[in-house]
């Protein structure tokens, strides 16, 4: 029901920048579209003739979607330029790089197509202004990841080096349409411990750079691993703190809240409510939960409880994220709003859904802090069965 075209889904990054006439850093607004943010820094850094390291930004954009975000690229050139499906605009400098903590948040502009009314959505939409909905990463916080085949830091953190290299590699083509690259890492697997055979079938740095170690030092599978490039482990670390932070607050919904809506989505079941009483509205609106590492603060005995139960079962303990292996990445606690409220939410238009005939669209406009997902807003105003096809 949304990002049908790239127009449906509008997102501009909203940053506090500290602008100066002149910097050692000079800032662009990047606008694009079928691009992911780092997919397209590499290219840029190709097409530019600089260092992937030289270009900072502070939050991956999606690539379904218009999206407008903030980089800067370490030189005192004009880089600026336009493109069919991205544009670079340079607006002034700064003495530091772009990073995540300059972001206040993000300014969406969604439509949600191919509804039989949407007057369910409406009412939706007046329960979220009342009682909010609640903030769970959502699924594009998974991408890249599989859990059939678990999780690259699950792994890690268990010291199964062996396992965790396995699934970064089947996990760089989950989202691939390529079938000749899924056969070839599916044939790297089944010839798993031949080093000279995967090496042979090896593509792309990393892959090889991980089967030249192996072949000189077979069975040393972490010194393997840190061939990976930081930013993907990092990437793969997030993935499974957020993991663990979704499973958290949907058990912790389950100890306050009574009637919970589920919506099953890739990456497991989100749980909403429709309205709240007044105390566990006030205790979810205060409430902010811990991401995952080695010392957490937690808001009550409950929430920590629940922890407790959940690290039990996965084996783990809080030592276990004080993982010394690829100790160029670490897993650092932060706290989470539990509700969240849309700010500036407004309805733009209501229309004949032209990519359907017979039915209607809904075009909103609101703003989110920095981390949430639009998506999960939009799961919590579809809940209604009378919006389904």
Same mark, same amino acid.
């Given at each position: 029901m949304i990002k049908a075209i790239p127009e449906d889904f509008i997102?501009?990054?909203?940053?506090?920048?500290?602008?100066?006439?002149?910097?050692?850093? $000079?800032?662009?607004?990047?606008?694009?579209?079928?691009?992911?943010?780092?997919?397209?820094?590499?290219?840029? +850094?190709? #097409?530019?003739?600089?260092?992937?390291?030289?270009?900072?930004?502070?939050?991956?954009?999606?690539?379904?979607?218009?999206?407008?975000?903030?980089?800067?690229?370490?030189?005192?050139?004009?880089?600026? #330029?336009?493109?069919?499906?991205?544009?670079?605009?340079?607006?002034?400098?700064? $003495?530091?790089?772009?990073?995540? +903590?300059?972001?206040?948040?993000?300014?969406?502009?969604?439509?949600?197509?191919? #509804?039989?009314?949407?007057?369910?959505?409406?009412?939706?939409?007046?329960?979220?202004?009342?009682?909010?909905?609640?903030?769970?990463?959502?699924?594009?916080?998974?991408?890249?990841?599989?859990?059939?085949?678990?999780?690259?830091?699950?792994?890690? #953190?268990?010291?199964?080096?062996?396992?965790a290299l396995q699934i970064f590699l089947q996990s760089q083509n989950i989202c691939s349409s390529d079938k000749k690259n899924r056969e070839r890492v599916a044939e790297i697997i089944a010839n798993w411990r031949n080093w000279e055979k995967c090496l042979e079938l090896a593509q792309g740095l990393t892959e090889k750079r991980i089967f030249r170690t192996l072949l000189l030092r077979p069975d040393d599978f972490l010194a393997a691993l840190e061939k990976i490039p930081r930013e993907e482990i990092a990437m793969a670390y997030a993935a499974f703190g957020s993991h663990l932070w979704n499973e958290l607050l949907r058990r912790l919904l389950k100890e306050k809240i009574k009637d919970l809506k589920e919506v099953q989505a890739e990456s497991g079941i989100y749980l909403f409510w429709k309205t709240l009483d007044e105390e566990t509205l006030n205790y979810l609106k205060e409430l902010k939960l811990p991401t995952p590492a080695a010392k957490m603060q937690f808001p009550d005995d409950l929430s920590r409880n629940l922890y407790l139960k959940i690290l039990e079962e996965n084996n783990l303990k809080f030592s276990s994220f004080r993982t010394k292996a690829l100790s160029r990445v670490f897993f650092r606690s932060f706290q989470r709003k539990v509700l969240l409220y849309p700010e500036n939410l407004e309805i733009i238009e209501i229309k004949e859904d032209e990519l359907h005939p017979k039915r209607k669209a809904l075009v909103l406009s609101f703003a989110l802090p920095r981390g949430a997902f639009a998506t999960m807003l939009v799961k919590r105003i579809l809940l209604d069965e009378e919006i389904k096809k």
């Open positions: 997102v501009e990054e909203i940053a506090t920048l500290p602008l100066v006439e002149k910097g050692e850093f $000079r800032v662009y607004q990047l606008t694009k579209k079928n691009w992911t943010t780092p997919d397209l820094v590499r290219f840029l +850094a190709k #097409l530019l003739s600089i260092s992937p390291k030289a270009i900072a930004y502070g939050g991956k954009k999606d690539k379904h979607g218009i999206t407008t975000q903030h980089i800067t690229i370490r030189s005192q050139r004009d880089f600026s #330029l336009e493109e069919k499906n991205f544009s670079l605009k340079a607006i002034g400098f700064m $003495r530091k790089p772009m990073s995540p +903590a300059l972001i206040k948040g993000n300014r969406f502009r969604i439509t949600i197509r191919n #509804l039989v009314t949407v007057e369910p959505l409406l009412r939706n939409l007046e329960e979220v202004k009342i009682y909010g909905f609640p903030n769970f990463f959502d699924d594009q916080r998974f991408r890249g990841t599989d859990q059939s085949l678990g999780f690259f830091a699950d792994r890690v #953190l268990r010291g199964h080096y062996n396992g």
